[in-house]
Nanobody, 119 residues
């Protein structure tokens, strides 16, 4: 019942920044929201997740200190600010939402947005 649409991906140089946005079609106030990514030939991995109630974030070790997840419940939107980008960050990034507050599992997924970091 929830449609997620990502935006903000693109091509950046090493060390650059991107801000991804994910807009939900309906309220996600009570949802866990997160970002996953999938590189070619690789599985989908959790990048960051943020809780529904107190906005507590969790991050993959590979992005800690570089990426920041945030949410705006009034806009039904979750963001991923990506700084100090590296070539290994290149992947398709997917927005995810889960009404049960799960961090590593999601009920709804966006279509994905490509992030490419050139060296």
């Amino acid at each position: 019942q929830v449609t997620l649409v990502e935006s903000g991906g693109g091509l950046v140089q090493v060390g650059g920044s991107l801000r991804l946005s994910c807009a939900a079609s309906s309220t996600v106030t009570d949802y866990q929201l997160g970002w996953f990514r999938q590189a070619p030939g690789m599985g989908r991995e959790l990048v960051a997740s943020i809780s529904c109630c107190d906005s507590t974030p969790v991050y993959a070790d590979s992005v800690k200190g570089r990426f920041t997840i945030s949410r705006d419940n009034a806009k039904n939107t979750v963001y991923l600010q990506m700084n100090s980008l590296r070539p290994e960050d290149t992947a398709v990034y997917y927005c995810a939402a889960d009404p049960f507050g799960r961090t590593t599992k999601a009920s709804y997924w966006g279509q994905g947005t490509q992030v490419t970091v050139s060296s």
